[in-house]
């Protein structure tokens, strides 16, 4: 059964940086394109970004330029390091594979203070 976790969030000032990271367990997962998405309060889940099993990058242009996506295939772990954060960038983030899994895991919350 694949698990998804999530770690890294936490409270950050604007202006501020996070690195989250998320293992993934029971799949094949260098094998795997990668996805991490949000969810902020009230509003659906959003893509963010993907990382191919190749390492190909695709980013949504709320995040270019300010987050990167990565993965570590040693490890089964895909990394998403966040910059420039601003109060908008609040929300929990998820990681699921790209085509998703049903059963997400339980996100990590990011708050950005002002």
């Known amino acids: 059964q694949v698990q998804l976790v999530e770690s890294g969030g936490g409270l950050v000032q604007a202006g501020g940086s996070l690195r989250l990271s998320c293992v993934v367990s029971?799949?094949?997962?260098?094998?795997?394109?990668m996805g991490w998405y949000r969810q902020a309060p009230g509003k659906r889940r959003v893509f963010l970004a993907r990382i191919s099993a190749s390492g190909f990058r695709v980013y949504d242009v709320s995040v270019k330029g300010r987050f990167t996506i990565s993965r570590d295939n040693s490890v089964n772990t895909v990394y998403l390091e966040m910059s420039s954060l601003n109060p908008e960038d609040t929300a929990v983030y998820y990681c699921?594979?790209?085509?998703?899994?049903?059963?997400w895991g339980q996100g990590t919350q990011v708050t950005v203070s002002s």
């Open positions: 699921n594979r790209i085509p998703e899994y049903e059963k």
């Open positions: 029971g799949s094949i997962f260098s094998a795997d394109d």
